[in-house]
């Protein structure tokens, strides 16, 4: 076990049920023992373990043992008579009570009482009993203990006899007082913020329990076995576990494994939520002290959810280890348990930065005064008292980083992603990362070079053709080549292509590897989604495109920054190097970065395409309104987003690094924008909402053209470009849901033919129309289509009724590229 001293594992081991090993215990020091023996979490297990493995112990440590068996035989005999002190007291005041732990262990869990370790006397008492039973320990003499925070515990604040006893270091003293926790519940569930159905029927089915010469009402075997199991869930949660219960439920699990009646009544009693979690304790028993398991807890054990299943496969020791290695690792099993994100969030917090409890000294001192003046062992308390605030919130401080670190680990592996999905989307890190720098600088790199916005329109337009030609030849080759292939075929023309645009001076040239570049990237677009379909299952597949998709947007983040400040950084190194320089060695850089990808795909093995399929592309009456449109919306982002650098550049003046700034912004607003959207849809519904963020988009535009200021004009862009992200997914999820499953894929292919063909000619015409007219007229007439595009929208399909249902998050498809517009 790892993190756990060898001297406490020996232990662990020698008291497992199946396969136990005792040899351990004859290698240890007088020291080691002399540890184990302090240890108030291990402390509990020496009586078994005398028991099982007395000629492997030290004579010393026999002797202390059964010193301590004496003491503990005497307190029981002091337990009694409290308990029926109490007992009488409370039928003298007309409450009811039924004993949990302590002796109500046995029989099953503890030979004898005798023999187990209890420091105090655990009753539930039922709504109109509990404050009564309170009262009647008050007179008997017993207080609330103080200074504790009782507020995430099932019982009242623990009721403690005053009288003159001293500790003395005998945990098994007869002398030491009996205290009594009154338990008003069976399972904290405002603390837990989760909890199982049925435990109401705990005190109907409450049953009479006679030992030696004394009896007291206690749980049905049954529900004995689900409250301890509770208890055992609950010590797991909040960490570190109490190890002597966990043994003693092992006990109880692995001589009844054999007992068909009893876990059949366990069955039909128990409501499914009760025996999930029961069955949780019943698993980390086994863990540890490899007890066996009845078929009935076996078939339970391998109905729990993926989530819980993936936290024992990876966590099961830490409840354990807790107690001797910082770990918060059990906060990942309670949060697999909760079901509301609000809740989740809630103990998330809670348990990362707890709120500090207060001492008994701390509190005693808030009315200690002499003569106006807090006395001195006021004041030393309170020093005291601000040290163990210190060393608290420093031990919680070091728990976050490790905890946030695991709970990402682990969130990931109940997604059930193959090694393969993690090395493609390194792939894709490494194409968009370069991308996203390259279409940054290039614009800016030709405008170096003396060319217009004529040009760059021209530039824009041939790469958008190019896609379009290059969309059917490319999903030819990834049928006749396979995926591996036309994607590594993708990743050495694309760098090259790049590269060579960023060589030639000429402008034919330019324009030609323009229209062969954006054929190339075809490639890559047509393989994508069936890359990650082939390397993901039909339980994760949801998750490796949101992965792959939003992860682009991010990645558009760091892109951002580096593209820049790469053309800076490189001035910097050699001051010969002019501007126009440093941008063009950053764009061979960029393609480097994209050829970097070839690295992950070559380790890559996709199965082999089956046979293509005729395509009919659909003549759905809904796509008679919609791709007009789609088209007329097309046009107006497309008319501005691939000269955004231009615009901030030449005609803001503002400095390369500044322009990688707001880029980077941008990508994060299109982020939450992604995440406002379904909040927006379901409101006003798909059409009505994206008409209300198009006319968002179309206002972000005509206050582009009417700015001057590049601090302005930098947060009306990324507000504009977030608008315009969220009618995009909202936009291909009504394309969906108004066609037929065997429509989809065509209809598919006539949006993308439809909104390239229309950025092709607004990508020429804006590019002509800013060189002639200037921004701010081609802009304003941008925002002018851009909103007739928008009541189109409402005119066109308003009248298609859809529920709120279909605008939820998860119709909401997201996509990706990186060509600067999202």
């Given at each position: 076990?790892?993190?756990?001293?060898?001297?406490?594992?020996?232990?662990?081991?020698?008291?497992?049920?199946?396969?136990?090993?005792?040899?351990?215990?004859?290698?240890?020091?007088?020291?080691?023992?002399?540890?184990?023996?302090?240890?108030?979490?291990?402390?509990?297990?020496?009586?078994?373990?005398?028991?099982?493995?007395?000629?492997?112990?030290?004579?010393?440590?026999?002797?202390?043992?059964?010193?301590?068996?004496?003491?503990?035989?005497?307190?029981?005999?002091?337990?009694?008579?409290?308990?029926?002190?109490?007992?009488?007291?409370?039928?003298?005041?007309?409450?009811?009570?039924?004993?949990?732990?302590?002796?109500?262990?046995?029989?099953?869990?503890?030979?004898?009482?005798?023999?187990?370790?209890?420091?105090?006397?655990?009753?539930?008492?039922?709504?109109?009993?509990?404050?009564?039973?309170?009262?009647?320990?008050?007179?008997?003499?017993?207080?609330?203990?103080?200074?504790?925070?009782?507020?995430?515990s099932?019982?009242?604040?623990?009721?403690v006899?005053?009288?003159?006893?001293?500790?003395?270091?005998?945990?098994?003293?007869?002398?030491?007082?009996?205290?009594?926790?009154?338990?008003?519940?069976?399972?904290?569930?405002?603390?837990?913020?989760?909890?199982?159905?049925?435990?109401?029927?705990?005190?109907?089915?409450r049953?009479?329990?006679?030992?030696?010469?004394?009896?007291?009402?206690?749980?049905?075997?049954?529900?004995?076995?689900?409250y301890?199991?509770?208890?055992?869930?609950?010590?797991?949660?909040?960490?570190?576990?109490?190890?002597?219960?966990?043994?003693?439920?092992?006990?109880?699990?692995?001589?009844?494994?054999?007992?068909?009646?009893?876990?059949?009544?366990?069955?039909?009693?128990?409501?499914?939520?009760?025996?999930?979690?029961?069955?949780?304790s019943?698993?980390?028993?086994?863990?540890?002290?490899?007890?066996?398991?009845?078929?009935?807890?076996?078939?339970?054990?391998?109905?729990?959810?993926?989530?819980?299943?993936?936290?024992?496969?990876?966590?099961?020791?830490?409840?354990?280890?807790?107690?001797?290695?910082?770990?918060?690792?059990?906060?990942?099993?309670?949060?697999?348990?909760?079901?509301?994100?609000?809740?989740?969030?809630?103990?998330?917090?809670?348990?990362?930065?707890?709120?500090?409890?207060?001492?008994?000294?701390?509190?005693?001192?808030?009315?200690?005064?002499?003569?106006?003046?807090?006395?001195?062992?006021?004041?030393?308390?309170?020093?005291?008292?601000?040290?163990?605030?210190?060393?608290?919130?420093?031990?919680?401080?070091?728990?976050?980083?490790?905890?946030?670190?695991?709970?990402?680990?682990?969130?990931?592996?109940?997604?059930?992603?193959?090694?393969?999905?993690?090395?493609?989307?390194?792939?894709?890190?490494?194409?968009?990362?370069g991308?996203?720098?390259?279409?940054?600088?290039?614009?800016?790199?030709?405008?170096?070079?003396?060319?217009?916005?004529?040009?760059?329109?021209?530039?824009?337009?041939?790469?958008?053709?190019?896609?379009?030609?290059g969309?059917?030849?490319?999903?030819?080759?990834?049928?006749?080549?396979?995926?591996?292939k036309?994607?590594?075929?993708?990743l050495?023309?694309?760098?090259v292509?790049?590269?060579?645009?960023?060589?030639l001076?000429?402008?034919?040239?330019?324009?030609?590897?323009?229209?062969?570049?954006?054929?190339?990237?075809?490639?890559?677009?047509?393989?994508?989604?069936?890359?990650?379909?082939?390397?993901?299952?039909?339980?994760?597949?949801?998750?490796?495109?949101?992965?792959?998709?939003?992860?682009?947007?991010?990645?558009?983040?760091?892109?951002?920054?580096?593209?820049?400040?790469?053309?800076?950084?490189?001035?910097?190194?050699?001051?010969?190097?002019?501007?126009?320089?440093?941008?063009q060695?950053?764009?061979?850089?960029?393609?480097?970065?994209?050829?970097?990808?070839?690295?992950?795909?070559?380790?890559?093995?996709?199965?082999?395409?089956?046979?293509?399929?005729?395509?009919?592309?659909?003549?759905n009456?809904?796509?008679?309104?919609?791709?007009?449109?789609?088209?007329?919306?097309?046009?107006?982002?497309?008319?501005?987003?691939?000269?955004?650098?231009?615009?901030?550049?030449?005609?803001?003046?503002?400095?390369?690094?500044?322009?990688?700034?707001?880029?980077s912004?941008?990508?994060?607003?299109?982020?939450?924008?992604?995440?406002?959207?379904?909040?927006?849809?379901?409101k006003?519904?798909?059409?009505?909402?994206?008409m209300?963020?198009?006319?968002?988009?179309?206002?972000?535009l005509?206050?582009?053209?009417?700015?001057?200021?590049?601090?302005?004009?930098?947060?009306?862009?990324?507000?504009y470009?977030?608008?315009?992200?969220?009618?995009?997914?909202?936009?291909?999820?009504?394309?969906?849901?108004?066609?037929?499953?065997?429509?989809?894929?065509?209809?598919?292919?006539?949006?993308?033919?439809?909104?390239?063909?229309?950025?092709?000619?607004?990508?020429?015409?804006?590019?002509?129309?800013?060189?002639?007219?200037?921004?701010?007229?081609?802009?304003?007439?941008?925002?002018?289509?851009?909103?007739?595009?928008?009541?189109?929208?409402?005119?066109?399909?308003?009248?298609?009724?859809?529920?709120?249902?279909?605008?939820?998050?998860?119709?909401?498809?997201v996509?990706?590229?990186?060509?600067?517009?999202?």
């Open positions: 076990m790892p993190d756990i001293p060898p001297n406490v594992t020996a232990v662990l081991t020698a008291l497992k049920f199946r396969g136990s090993r005792r040899e351990s215990l004859r290698t240890l020091t007088d020291a080691e023992w002399e540890n184990l023996l302090s240890r108030w979490e291990i402390l509990r297990l020496m009586v078994p373990l005398r028991h099982i493995c007395g000629d492997d112990l030290p004579e010393w440590v026999r002797s202390r043992i059964d010193q301590n068996l004496a003491d503990n035989a005497q307190r029981f005999e002091r337990i009694k008579a409290v308990y029926s002190d109490f007992r009488n007291a409370l039928r003298d005041s007309g409450a009811e009570h039924l004993v949990v732990k302590g002796f109500a262990q046995w029989p099953g869990f503890v030979d004898h009482p005798r023999f187990r370790l209890q420091s105090d006397i655990d009753v539930y008492c039922p709504p109109d009993s509990i404050y009564r039973a309170r009262d009647a320990l008050s007179n008997l003499g017993y207080e609330p203990a103080r200074g504790i925070d009782f507020g995430a099932d019982h009242l604040p623990t009721m006899l005053k009288t003159s006893w001293k500790w003395r270091g005998n945990h098994y003293d007869p002398d030491m007082p009996v205290s009594f926790e009154p338990h008003f519940c069976f399972w904290n569930e405002s603390f837990a913020r989760f909890g199982p159905k049925g435990l109401d029927q705990f005190w109907l089915r049953i009479e329990r006679r030992l030696d010469n004394f009896s007291f009402p206690a749980l049905s075997p049954v529900d004995n076995v689900g301890c199991a509770l208890n055992v869930l609950r010590d797991a949660l909040r960490s570190p576990m109490s190890i002597h219960l966990v043994y003693e439920l092992a006990r109880f699990l692995h001589t009844n494994a054999d007992n068909e009646e009893f876990w059949s009544s366990w069955k039909e009693l128990h409501d499914d939520t009760l025996r999930c979690l029961e069955v949780i019943f698993r980390m028993a086994s863990h540890c002290f490899a007890c066996r398991l009845s078929e009935e807890v076996e078939r339970e054990a391998n109905l729990l959810p993926n989530a819980t299943q993936a936290w024992f496969q990876k966590f099961a020791d830490s409840p354990l280890s807790a107690s001797f290695r910082l770990n918060k690792d059990a906060l990942l099993l309670h949060l697999t348990l909760i079901e509301t994100p609000r809740d989740k969030l809630a103990v998330l917090f809670k348990r990362l930065f707890p709120t500090p409890i207060e001492s008994v000294e701390s509190v005693s001192i808030h009315n200690t005064v002499i003569d106006g003046q807090k006395s001195v062992g006021a004041f030393r308390e309170r020093i005291r008292y601000v040290g163990y605030l210190i060393s608290r919130g420093g031990y919680h401080t070091r728990a976050v980083l490790p905890t946030l670190w695991h709970g990402v680990r682990f969130w990931l592996s109940t997604k059930n992603m193959s090694k393969g999905f993690w090395t493609f989307l390194a792939a894709c890190f490494c194409f968009d990362f991308m996203y720098i390259f279409f940054l600088l290039y614009n800016l790199y030709l405008l170096d070079r003396g060319f217009k916005e004529n040009f760059l329109g021209l530039v824009a337009s041939a790469a958008a053709i190019g896609g379009i030609a969309t059917i030849p490319a999903g030819l080759l990834a049928q006749r080549l396979g995926l591996r036309a994607l590594l075929l993708c050495t023309l694309v760098p292509t790049f590269a060579m645009r960023s060589l001076v000429r402008d034919v040239p330019l324009l030609f590897l323009a229209f062969f570049g954006g054929a190339a990237v075809a490639i890559w677009a047509v393989c994508i989604s069936p890359a990650i379909a082939q390397l993901t299952n039909e339980q994760s597949r949801p998750f490796g495109f949101s992965v792959v998709f939003s992860s682009g947007i991010a990645v558009g983040v760091l892109g951002g920054q580096a593209g820049g400040r790469l053309p800076g950084w490189l001035a910097h190194l050699d001051p010969v190097v002019t501007a126009m320089r440093a941008k060695m950053s764009l061979l850089i960029a393609c480097g970065i994209v050829a970097l990808a070839m690295l992950p795909i070559v380790s890559l093995r996709f199965e082999s395409a089956p046979a293509r399929k005729k395509k009919f592309y659909p003549r009456p809904f796509l008679a309104r919609f791709l007009p449109a789609i088209a007329l919306w097309s046009l107006a982002i497309a008319a501005f987003t691939p000269f955004f650098n231009a615009y901030f550049s030449q005609y803001l003046r503002m400095p390369l690094k500044q322009i990688g700034v707001v880029y912004a941008s990508q994060l607003s299109q982020v939450l924008a992604i995440l406002a959207a379904p909040v927006i849809f379901r006003y519904g798909l059409v009505t909402g994206i209300y963020t198009q006319i968002a988009a179309a206002t972000g005509a206050c582009l053209a009417a700015v001057h200021g590049a601090s302005t004009a930098a947060i009306i862009y990324v507000g470009t977030g608008f315009q992200w969220m009618s995009e997914p909202a936009m291909f999820s009504l394309l969906m849901n108004n066609l037929a499953p065997s429509e989809r894929t065509g209809g598919s292919a006539l949006n993308f033919l439809v909104t390239n063909v229309s950025s092709a000619i607004a990508a020429a015409a804006a590019g002509a129309s800013f060189a002639r007219f200037g921004y701010p007229a081609v802009l304003s007439v941008t925002a002018g289509v851009a909103l007739v595009a928008a009541f189109m929208f409402r005119f066109m399909l308003g009248k298609d009724p859809l529920s709120s249902a279909q605008t939820s998050s998860a119709s909401l498809g996509q990706t590229d990186a060509s600067g517009s999202g």
